[in-house]
C-alpha cells in the first residue's frame, strides 16, 4: 500500500493533479472483479466464469485497458425527457 501510495503521488506531481484515471485504474478493477466472482454469481455464475476468463486473456497478452467516459448518443433534436 505504500508503494501504491507512493506511485499516486509521482502521478498527482507530474500531472499537476489533473489525472483523474490513472494507467492501472481498470486492470485493479478487472483483477478485484476476477478474485471476487463469487460476489458474480450471486446473480449470474457465467459472469464470474466469464471475468476470470476475461483477466486471464488481459494477463496472457499483456494489454493495457482504458476507456471513455461519454453520455451516450441520442436524438439531439429531442429532449432528454423525450428520448427512447
Do not use: C
Not at 501510495?5 to 507530474?14: P, V
Not at 483477466?55 to 497478452?61: A, L
Amino acid at each position: 500500500l505504500m508503494a501504491r501510495s507512493q506511485l499516486f503521488e509521482i502521478y498527482a506531481k507530474s500531472t499537476f493533479g489533473l489525472m483523474g484515471r490513472t494507467p492501472d485504474f481498470l486492470n485493479v478493477v478487472v483483477t478485484g472483479m476476477a478474485h471476487n466472482g463469487w460476489f458474480l454469481d450471486q446473480y449470474n455464475t457465467e459472469w464470474s466464469v466469464n471475468i476470470k476468463n476475461y483477466f486471464n486473456y488481459i494477463r496472457d497478452n499483456d494489454l493495457f485497458l482504458t476507456h471513455a467516459i461519454i453520455n451516450p448518443q441520442n436524438d439531439r433534436s429531442k429532449n432528454s425527457h423525450g428520448q427512447k
